[in-house]
Every structure is written in structure tokens, then in C-alpha cells.
């Protein structure tokens, strides 16, 4: 995450290292629940979307098409790096 912030968004170094400090500060561990296979169209990706409800997940953020198709899941938006950081800037 750390890497892509800085080169994919350009994110200043300061930034990366504050929002890092912030999701480690939150971290709590979850099992993914068993979803059914026809849930995305990719099956690597039922783990990932098994987080949602036991992490209870607002958003998740991917650069996944198969994942950012579905839009949401459970209640979570899905949405690109780059959606999220708009999204999460406070406004003026």
C-alpha cells in the first residue's frame, strides 16, 4: 500500500507515513466468512469479499476490476486508490 500511495498516487512520503500509522493503529485481525462461489467473478477474490462482514467493513479499496464491478458488497463501498482519497480528503 505503502508503495503504490507514493508511486501510482504521487502521495507526499509524510502522508504515506501518517495514514500508515493510522491503519496499523486499527488493525484487528478476522477469519473471512464462507461466501458462496457465484458471489464475483473471480474466486480468488471470495476471501477478500469474505472480510467484509466480519471486519465490518465501510470500504475497501482495489485496484480489482472483478472486485470493483460489484460497486458494493454488504454495505462496503468498493472503489479504486485513487476514489478513496478523494473520498477520504476533509473538505475546506
Known amino acids: 500500500m505503502e508503495d503504490k500511495l507514493r508511486t501510482k ?3 507526499p512520503s509524510k502522508v504515506v507515513a501518517e495514514y500508515v500509522k493510522f491503519l496499523r493503529q ?3 485481525l478476522v477469519s473471512p466468512e464462507k461466501l458462496d ?3 464475483c467473478r473471480d474466486p480468488n477474490d ?3 469479499l469474505g472480510l467484509v462482514s466480519p471486519g ?3 470500504a475497501m479499496v482495489t485496484g480489482d476490476k472483478d ?3 460489484l460497486g458494493r458488497f454488504k ?3 468498493i472503489m479504486t486508490p485513487r476514489a478513496f482519497w478523494g473520498f477520504s480528503q476533509p473538505e475546506d
Open 37 to 39: 462461489p457465484r458471489t
Open 67 to 69: 472486485l470493483l464491478v
Open 75 to 77: 454495505g462496503a463501498s
Open 26 to 28: 486499527g488493525v484487528e
Open 9 to 11: 498516487l504521487k502521495v
Open 46 to 48: 471470495l476471501v477478500v
Open 56 to 58: 465490518d467493513a465501510k
